[in-house]
C-alpha cells in the first residue's frame, strides 16, 4: 500500500509518501514547503487569510504530487498554530472545501505519542530510558520512555510520559526577538522562558547519580536542519534516505552561540537549503534545544530520520486512524 502523509506544522506542511508492507516503511518521496501558518498567531490568535492562502496552495500541491505518485491515501494532520487558532473550525472548513483533503487537528498528546513512535524506530537497540524532543513553530513536544527496542513494532506503548511546552522557535522569535542577532537583553528573556518552561516539568528532570541521563532523540525540522548544518553544506545527508546522525553536546552549544550572532543572511549561508525558509527562526530553535540538552544532562543528541509524517504512516498500520 502506498501512503501519502502530511504534517502541517507552524512554519512548514512537509509531504512524505512511503510505500508500507507489513511493519515496514520505504521512504519513495518527501518534500517541505514553508507556508508560516503560524505567522502572527501568537499575538493575533488567529490563522491570517494569506497564511491559509498558503497553506491551500501547498496542500493542493501536495495532493497532485501523492496522486501523481499513485498513493492510495493522502493524510493531513495540523499541529501547535492550528491547535491554537481561534478560527480552527473555519481553516478546518475552508480546507476541506477547496482541497478535497479530511484537516485533522492533532491534540498535543496524539502530535507526543506518534512524534515518539517515528523517532524512535530506526534505534533498533535502543534500551532503557529515553527522551524525545521535537522542536516546533508554535510548541515544543517533550515525550519520555523506557525500552522501545522492546515493545516494536509498538514503540509508542514505551511512552511514560509526555507533555507539549508553548516554546516554538517562531513564538518565541516573535515574542522576544527584535531583529537578527538579538541583542543580548532578547536572548536573556528568550532563555528564561525556555528554562521556566522545562522546570515545570518532572519528566525532564536532570540526570542524577541515582538516576542517568535518557537517551535524548531530536527529531523534525530543527533537528534535522542542526545536523545538516552541522554536516556542512557539502554533506550528502539526505533525507529521503539518510539515517541517524548523533551530535554532541558541545556541538549544539557551539551552534546556538553561532547562530545567536548571526544575521539571517549569515545563517542562510551556513546550509542554503537546509535553512531556506528556516533561518530567522533557527537561532531560536537551536537555543531551545541546547537548554533540552543541559536540562537532561545528555551527552549527546541523537537526530533521527522519521518524525511526525512517519507516525502518521505508523498510526494507520496500527490501525488508529480516525473513522
Known sequence: MRIAAIDVGTNTAQLLVADVTDDEIERVHVAERFVRLGEGVDASGRIGDAALDRLITTLREHRETAADLGADTVLVAATSASRDAANRDDVVRRVQQETGLRYEIL??????????????????????????????????????????????????????????????????????????????????????????????????????????????????????????????????????????????????????????????????????????GRAPVFPVGVLILDAVVQHTGADTLHVSPFELRHGLIRRTMAGRAPA
Open 107 to 276: 491534540s498535543g498528546d496524539e502530535e507526543a505519542t506518534w512524534s515518539f513512535a517515528a523517532a524512535t524506530a530506526p534505534f533498533l537497540d535502543l534500551r532503557g530510558p529515553c527522551l524525545v524532543v521535537d522542536v516546533g513553530g508554535g510548541s515544543t513536544e517533550l515525550v519520555a520512555g523506557t525500552d522501545p527496542a522492546g515493545h516494536a513494532p509498538h514503540a509508542e506503548r514505551a511512552i511514560t510520559a509526555r507533555v507539549s511546552l508553548d516554546i516554538g522557535c517562531i513564538r518565541l522569535t516573535e515574542r522576544y526577538f527584535s531583529g537578527q542577532p538579538p541583542e543580548p537583553g532578547e536572548v536573556d528573556a528568550a532563555r528564561d522562558a525556555i528554562h521556566e518552561a522545562l522546570h515545570r516539568f518532572s519528566l525532564t528532570g536532570a540526570a542524577t547519580d541515582a538516576v542517568p541521563a535518557p537517551t535524548l532523540i531530536g527529531t523534525a525540522g530543527t533537528a534535522s536542519a542542526l545536523a545538516r548544518v552541522d554536516a556542512g553544506p557539502e554533506s550528502q545527508l539526505d533525507p529521503l534516505h539518510g539515517g541517524p546522525q548523533a551530535l554532541p553536546a558541545e556541538r549544539v552549544r557551539y551552534w546556538r552561540d553561532e547562530t545567536l550572532c548571526r544575521t539571517v543572511d549569515e545563517i542562510l549561508d551556513l546550509h542554503p537549503e537546509a535553512m531556506k
